[in-house]
T-cell receptor, first 114, second 116 residues
Framework: AQSVTQLGSHVSVSEGALVLLRCNYS??????LFWYVQYPNQGLQLLLK??????LVKGINGFEAEFKKSETSFHLTKPSAHMSDAAEYFC????????????FGGGTRLMVKP | DAGVIQSPRHEVTEMGQEVTLRCKPI?????LFWYRQTMMRGLELLIY????????DSGMPEDRFSAKMPNASFSTLKIQPSEPRDSAVYFC??????????????FGQGTRLTVV
């Protein structure tokens, strides 16, 4: 069975500061890992994905994430926060079967202060 | 492609009424998922289909919920009778991991259901 834990349901940073959103997963097989972003009243948009290629994955809007098998982690980072980054972020895991049936973490709401 | 299309975007209904949510997946995608998002429970997978066949409906909360996929381009999620605790945002997503090599699910904009 697969599961995802996102530490911190709310994270607040100042504009220009480092963004770090934490994600830990459990999976019985090598996983596929995803970060999605959800803006208010919108659907989920893919930020980036890990599918067993490079462990450091770059996504849209300057975000990146590093897969660390030893730590079962896939933390999301961005060097410098922008006001437009304020949104909810979801980490998800798939075991690569069932058309990528995703199991989501609880989400982290990122707030960016001016 | 226009992406995954869901309708309606918003639905307000009275307790006890039947509600039908609709989804058109991306053309060529052979997996379709229904998710529910609430503050209390986050994003939950309700059911998914492969090639129009329901594969796993273990996430469907109870018999009041049913889902169908009569063809590759259309799916419905029905709640009958609806209850206030069904109020949530319902997302449809589709994927096609074999053909494209991509391994992501594409989400619709969601239907915000309010049962009063």
């Amino acid at each position: 069975a697969q599961s995802v834990t996102q530490l911190g349901s709310h994270v607040s940073v100042s504009e220009g500061a480092l963004v770090l959103l934490r994600c830990n997963y459990s999976s019985s097989v090598p996983p596929y890992l995803f970060w999605y972003v959800q803006y208010p009243n919108q659907g989920l948009q893919l930020l980036l994905k890990y599918t067993s290629a490079a462990t450091l994955v770059k996504g849209i809007n300057g975000f990146e994430a590093e897969f660390k098998k030893s730590e079962t982690s896939f933390h999301l980072t961005k060097p410098s926060a922008h006001m437009s980054d304020a949104a909810e972020y979801f980490c998800a895991v798939s075991e690569g079967n069932a058309g990528n049936m995703l199991t989501f973490g609880g989400g982290t709401r990122l707030m960016v202060k001016p | 492609d226009a992406g995954v299309i869901q309708s309606p975007r918003h639905e307000v209904t009275e307790m006890g009424q039947e509600v039908t949510l609709r989804c058109k997946p991306i053309s060529g995608h052979d997996y379709l998922f229904w998710y529910r998002q609430t503050m209390m429970r986050g994003l939950e997978l309700l059911i998914y289909f492969n090639n129009n066949v329901p594969i796993d409906d273990s996430g469907m909360p109870e018999d009041r919920f049913s889902a169908k996929m009569p063809n590759a381009s259309f799916s419905t999620l029905k709640i009958q009778p609806s209850e206030p605790r069904d109020s949530a945002v319902y997302f449809c997503a589709s994927s096609d991991p074999d053909r494209s090599g991509n391994t992501e699910a594409f989400f619709g904009q969601g239907t915000r259901l309010t049962v009063v």
